[in-house]
């Protein structure tokens, strides 16, 4: 399950910002920190983990999404919150 989670966000982030895909992405340091992420597409990011998801991500829960390892872990908490 944990797989399924890292290729969402991983094509999440990908979506915004396409030449990133084929790099190395540290799981617990942030995408801020890896790569030129701004403002701009972490919120793209983040609307596309929802929409990929079907989960609400409400602004106080954006940190947690920062790195690979961090929303992969939100992902996984969230779903099993709701059952599945």
């Not at 895909?21 to 919120?43: A, H, K, N, W, Y």
């Not at 596309?48 to 947690?64: Q, R």
């Amino acid at each position: 399950m944990a797989q399924e989670y890292e290729k969402i966000v991983k094509d999440a982030l990908f979506s915004v910002a396409p030449d990133l895909e084929g790099e190395e992405i540290v799981p617990d340091e942030t995408f801020r920190d890896q790569f030129e992420i701004d403002s701009i597409d972490f919120l793209n990011y983040v609307i596309g983990l929802s929409k990929a998801t079907g989960l609400d991500i409400p602004e106080v829960d954006y940190s947690e999404l920062e790195s690979l390892q961090g929303a992969v872990a939100y992902l996984r908490r969230r779903k099993a919150s709701m059952g599945f």
